[in-house]
């Protein structure tokens, strides 16, 4: 189920990279007093199963978990000789509520793969909200992986509408690159990030197309913008976001810790049209801004959240981050973290990591 280009963690990696990463707190309020110095850290969600995108609609956070597979497992996978499969990916939400942060499963039983012990999903890797719409992307399985295609395994590679214990299929993401083949290199697909906007258009990244696809608000979906290789490497897009401009912004995975080439794409969101990029970043797996324009950046292999403002770069270390999103209101800034681990943690380098959470950053 795993595809060449999904968001996975070699076994080799080692736990040093996250060395110094504890939160400088634990537990606290809402907002918190933050009287500069600095960030603070807290971790307001536990028990999430390889929490991904994130993304904020009034008050509220959604957090897309890829799951922990299951028991059937089939072919052969890069953490394992195994990729085990079940139904254990959901949207959770994520909400303050009587003097304490508070999180529930909005749907879920939807198709999860992952390495024995529930670490490096895949499954539903996207999620968006807005005006209380919520949207999904799972990722997408080929044929010849073994996997059902009875429900719930239609749902993999399509956009889906979220609603209280009930995912509906809204478009078929996947479809677009087995017709087009956008990038016009091996026919792959791992919707891995979705965006909704106010005209009713849903934009969906491809991971493995190296390829954005427009969603009409009739469910039909198009290619929209494909992007180029670059250092030697593909682009493979993995989050969205839009910014105070009006303009859409792509974070790709091209680059590694140690050689920063990945991009943040600036995109035109009515045609699809590259206008210009940021570089220099790891490999990018979350994206947000504030209402001031700054840009937020997860970085997986290097363990960083990094923020540009006015040509600065500051970062904040976070185990595995994945999604980012920007309270609109406060500025707060969260993000998924240890997003390779299942609710029990999964094992590198030996080492057995912390399960999946949700951390909230003040002053950053």
């Known amino acids: 189920m795993r595809k060449r280009k999904a968001l996975v963690v070699a076994t080799g990696v080692a736990l040093a990279v996250t060395g110094a990463v504890a939160p400088a707190s634990a537990t606290g309020g809402h907002g918190g007093a933050h009287t500069g110095g600095k960030p603070v850290i807290r971790v307001i969600a536990t028990g999430l199963d390889n929490p991904r995108q994130l993304s904020y609609d009034n008050g509220h956070l959604y957090v897309a978990e890829a799951g922990r597979g299951g028991k059937k497992c089939i072919g052969a996978g890069p953490e394992s000789d195994e990729t085990c499969i079940g139904a254990t990916a959901a949207v959770t939400k994520v909400y303050w509520d009587g003097g304490a942060w508070r999180h529930y499963r909005v749907v879920e039983g939807l198709p999860s793969g992952a390495a024995k012990d529930g670490g490096f999903a895949t499954g539903l890797d ?176 290097a363990s960083l959240v990094t923020k540009v403002a006015h040509g600065k770069r500051t970062n904040v270390r976070v185990p595995f981050p994945a999604g980012v999103a920007v309270d609109p209101y406060d500025g707060k800034v969260y993000v998924s973290a240890w997003s390779i681990a299942d609710r029990n943690g999964t094992v590198l380098d030996g080492k057995k990591t912390p399960g999946g959470q949700l951390w909230k950053i003040l002053g950053f």
Do not use: M
């Open 126 to 301: 996207g999620v968006s909200a807005l005006n209380g719409g919520v949207w999904g992307v799972e990722t997408w399985a080929p044929p010849e992986a073994g996997v059902p295609t009875t429900p719930p395994w239609n749902k993999l590679g399509k956009l889906l509408c979220i609603a209280p214990g009930k995912a509906t299929i809204t478009a078929d993401i996947s479809a677009v690159e087995l017709r087009y083949n956008p990038h016009k290199t091996a026919v792959d697909s791992n919707p891995y990030a979705v965006l909704a906007l106010a005209d009713g258009r849903k934009i969906v990244a491809d991971a493995a197309g190296n390829d954005l696809v427009a969603v009409s608000p009739d469910g039909k979906a198009r290619p929209f913008t494909v992007f180029p290789d670059h250092d030697k490497h593909e682009s493979v897009p993995t989050s969205l976001a839009l910014g105070p401009d009006g303009s859409l912004y792509v974070g790709e995975l091209n680059g590694e810790a140690t050689k920063p080439t990945a991009r943040v794409w600036k995109v035109d969101p009515a045609t699809g049209k590259i206008l210009g990029w940021k570089s220099g970043f790891g490999s990018i797996t979350g994206i947000a801004f504030n209402q001031n324009g700054d840009l937020y950046v997860s970085q997986l292999f």
